[in-house]
């Protein structure tokens, strides 16, 4: 059964930095495309950036040249480095697993974290 699990939120404050990490087991992680998610209160959770298998990536508008994923297939874990984090950033963030090549879609991920809180403090 695959398990993720996110750890390194925090509260920061606005302009700082912050590296999530997702640790994941009981699939085979170098075969699968990662992906990290965010959830603000009362807003649908949106797609923040994804790395293939073969390390490419994809980003959504909102943290292109702020957030850097990257992933260690040697310790099964992908990492979200954050910087210059804006209020707007406060939200729950999940990492997610999928096999689907529509990466930026969340109903193709059908492997999820519990979540990490983020808060951005102005």
């Known amino acids: 059964q695959a398990q993720l699990v996110e750890s390194g939120g925090g509260l920061v404050q606005a302009g700082g930095s912050l590296r999530l990490s997702c640790a994941v087991s009981g699939l085979t992680f170098s075969s699968y495309h990662m992906g990290w998610f965010r959830q603000a209160p009362g807003k649908e959770r949106e797609f923040v950036a994804c790395?293939?298998?073969?390390?490419?990536?994809v980003y959504a508008d909102s943290v292109k040249g702020r957030f850097t994923i990257s992933r260690d297939n040697g310790k099964n874990t992908v990492y979200l480095q954050m910087n210059s984090l804006k209020p707007e950033d406060t939200a729950v963030y999940y990492c997610?697993?999928?096999?689907?090549?529509?990466?930026?879609?969340?109903?193709?991920?059908?492997?999820w974290g519990q979540g990490t809180q983020v808060t951005v403090s102005s």
């Open positions: 790395i293939t298998w073969s390390d490419n990536t």
């Open positions: 997610a697993a999928t096999l689907s090549t529509l990466l930026t879609s969340r109903v193709q991920y059908n492997h």
